[in-house]
């Protein structure tokens, strides 16, 4: 079975930064697309970034300039970095990887990971 475990959640103060990492465990997987999305409480869930296996990437108005994705394909790992953090980032941010093959697509989320930042 496939997991993919975010770590590197936590509390942070305005203004300051924060990386997340989200790996995958258990079968060998290799994965199409990767990104995050995250979700504040009474709100829907939202696209953050995503990034391509050739390391293209796209990122939420929100966190443009703020945030950089990235992976590492031998690892099996996908980042985010996220810089000048603002109160309005306090969310569960998710991790997710995408399997695309001729007849079926396979989306596998993490479990989510909690970011608080506060003033």
């Known amino acids: 079975q496939v997991q993919l475990v975010e770590s590197g959640g936590g509390l942070v103060q305005a203004g300051g930064s924060l990386e997340l990492s989200c790996a995958a465990s258990?079968?060998?997987?290799?994965?199409?697309?990767m990104g995050w999305y995250r979700q504040a409480p009474g709100k829907q869930r939202e696209l953050v970034a995503t990034?391509?296996?050739?390391?293209?990437?796209v990122y939420a108005d929100s966190v443009k300039g703020r945030f950089i994705i990235s992976r590492d394909n031998a690892k099996n790992t996908v980042y985010l970095q996220m810089n000048s953090l603002k109160p309005e980032d306090t969310a569960v941010y998710y991790c997710?990887?995408?399997?695309?093959?001729?007849?079926?697509?396979?989306?596998?989320w993490g479990q989510g990971t909690q970011v608080t930042v506060s003033s």
């Open positions: 997710t990887g995408v399997v695309r093959e001729l007849t079926t697509v396979r989306n596998y």
């Open positions: 258990g079968r060998t997987v290799s994965f199409n697309d």
């Open positions: 990034i391509t296996r050739g390391a293209r990437t």
